[in-house]
């Protein structure tokens, strides 16, 4: 096969395993900032943030390395998008910036701790929601004309893309739950044992409804789902996403501490393809694919050399970080 056949699709994969990477990661995180305001006190709401602290800014990584892909491998794509969703773009970072700022100063502050945790939760808040809005902007379609988008600066608004928005939040409500669970113990885990159940059945819910509503955003999707063979291809995805639901519901009655949260990352994995597998082979739907938007094979080239060797070190340093502060963390430990 020619290089510009197979480069693009090599690199449709690293953007969306460093997308994928970045929503599993610092998808707990925000779901952190989601959970706050349901500490008992402050000192429960400092222990939650420490559960992160040492490993939270790493995670951001994969997330700058999706735009920059996306920008290197993909120019025309990242022309679209960041013009077209330039509001909820900026929505996301401003949140971001703001969730990273009130980390820090709520660790230093005294009097106006409260305010930066409140801080802290309303960033982590818009910058899922935002995220989500984007998501669902993407996978319902962004019309073009002559590569450009045909809607105002508002059509991103939409009943679908406000769905995925708040599926993002319970989702990234559970993943940070299940971490609590994981890395706390006494009263905080209780807390986030029973914020489980709920927030488990809500994202199971919210996915239902994505997936009920996906077929009928574009006929392509209908035919990509349910047209003979696909149908036969792809029906092991949903059965295995039902099937690491139950076992998740069953983990978390079970009272378990480390099932629930690879669970929910398996479950928000299986979510993620299913997307992907929707949107194929398109990477702005309905009519610009991976081969439309795509830099010279020379580009993309250069490049992938630079992606080979620094996503082997980001995935070793992210798998160390996480193996030096494994373990419980307990009041009065952590980041100060």
Not at 138 to 167: C, N, R
Request: proline share 6%.
């Amino acid at each position: 096969m020619e290089l510009s056949t197979t480069l693009p699709v090599v690199w449709f994969l690293i953007i969306g395993f460093a997308i994928m990477m970045y929503v599993l990661l610092d998808g707990f995180v925000l779901g952190i900032g989601i959970l706050a305001p349901f500490a008992d006190d402050e000192a429960q709401q400092e222990l939650m943030m420490n559960t992160a602290a040492p490993i939270w800014d790493g995670n951001e990584t994969w997330l700058v390395m999706g735009g920059a892909g996306l920008m290197a491998a993909f120019p025309r794509a990242y022309a679209v998008i960041l013009s077209s969703l330039y509001l909820p773009v900026l929505a996301m970072l401003i949140a971001l910036i703001f969730r990273g700022v009130a980390f820090e100063f709520r660790f230093r502050a005294h009097r106006s701790r409260r305010i930066w945790g409140v801080g802290f939760h309303l960033g982590s808040v818009v910058a899922a929601f935002a995220q989500g809005l984007m998501l669902g902007a993407i996978v319902e379609g962004m019309p073009l004309e002559g590569g450009k988008y045909l809607h105002g600066a508002f059509a991103w608004f939409s009943p679908f893309s406000v769905l995925t928005g708040m599926a993002l939040v319970f989702g990234y409500g559970l993943l940070g739950a299940t971490w609590l669970v994981l890395k706390t113990e006494g009263r905080p885990q209780r807390i986030a044992r029973d914020l489980t159940r709920p927030l488990m059945l809500a994202v199971i819910a919210f996915m239902v409804m994505v997936s009920a509503w996906l077929p009928f955003l574009d006929s392509r999707l209908m035919d990509r789902w349910f047209a003979w063979p696909n149908f036969l291809y792809l029906s092991p995805l949903p059965i295995l996403t039902v099937v690491v639901a139950a076992w998740l519901w069953r983990a978390v009655l079970a009272n378990r501490e480390v099932a629930p949260f690879v669970l929910a990352l398996c479950f928000f994995a299986l979510g993620f393809l299913g997307l992907v597998v929707g949107m194929w082979p398109n990477i702005v739907p309905p009519t610009m694919s991976i081969w439309d938007a795509a830099s010279p094979p020379s580009s993309q080239g250069f490049v992938l050399v630079g992606a080979a060797i620094m996503i082997p070190v980001v995935l070793f340093y992210t798998a160390y970080s996480y193996r030096v502060f494994r373990g419980k963390v307990r009041a009065g430990e952590g980041y100060h």
